[in-house]
């Protein structure tokens, strides 16, 4: 017999299955065990009230059929889905990458799920909000963007807790951040210390609190020492937004080029990087270069940025910890907390640093001071 004349075979049934059984329920469970559905939905939850035999019974038939909980009625039972939203940053820059990774394993070692809601730069939209509410998410992680009065009356309405993380919160929910302005001030001082005196600050993107803290904290710190005020020079949260602002500073005459820029974010100062050298000048060797934020590809040749370490997988703990405490006890009712954690100084290649008989602020061991 030819191929073509062979009669379609139904593909095989997983072991366990039935004929016209469909997905197993809880329903089905129970029938199979000879019990009551709600025996069966309490032995799944390892209820006390249920013999152990009984639930190791029924968690067999469980396996076997390939049962498993069915979220959406789990959340209209109990109030809760697991799932935590997250809002993250624009994913070519790799710090965002890394919280990501972050976040999912320590959201997964706390019995969490996180559903990616918005990815990329700009502010949370009215969609992302409603987002939310629709896929009844117990708590929000917000990593990059600012949060409109429209968004944080939404939530607290609904009783949806948030948590800021690398940001601050303005109106509703919680933060956990590095101190940034600690953080910039060491760097600051640190290039003072190499007898650094013509500065620059590449800028971030002004709607966020992390780059204007860091901006702030650097030049305020300058003021106070007794140096002349920083060049600003517009930058964003790219690589490409770093490699146009080292373009504009390396054409500046000679005599009005900065001999040391201070980049907001790693990724910015690795652009800068990129332009400078494209222009033939050596880092640091005619400019240094220093950041924050700590990535690890910052870390690699040919950059080894000198930058200041987030303690992410710390902020991210903190963050999902405060999270599922409002998730609790209540958005309401749960206390608006901004968390601000130390940096750690990580000395690279990109800067001339102070001679070793000069007081040095940090180390690649040593963390910055706590914030007051």
Known sequence: MDDADTPPRRPARAAGARAGSGRATIASLAQRAGVAASTVSRALR???RISPEVRARIAALAAEAGYTPDILARTLVLGR???IGLVLGPVENPFYAELLQQAVRLAAAR???????????GPIEDATTEALLQYRVDGCLVTSAELSSKAAAICAANNVPLVMINRVAREHGSAVSCDNRAGAEALAGLLLQAGHRRLAVVTG???????????EGFCQFVAAAGGDL???VTGGASHAAGFAAGQRIAAL???????AIFAVADILAMGVIDALREAGLTVPGDVSVVGMDGIALADRPP????????????????GLDLLLAGIEGGAGAAPQE????RGRLRLGASCRLPESSLPLIGSTAQALPAAE
């Open 46 to 48: 390892d209820d006390a």
């Open 81 to 83: 889905s697991g799932l």
């Open 111 to 121: 019995g969490c799920r996180l559903l990616l809601l918005h990815a990329g730069p």
């Open 205 to 215: 993107n002004a709607a966020t609190s992390t780059g204007r803290e860091r901006a």
């Open 230 to 232: 920083p060049l600003l």
């Open 253 to 259: 005459p000679a005599a009005e080029r900065p001999d």
């Open 303 to 318: 950059y080894r940025l000198t930058t200041v370490v987030q303690p992410l997988e710390v902020m991210v703990a903190r």
């Open 338 to 341: 901004r968390v601000l954690l």
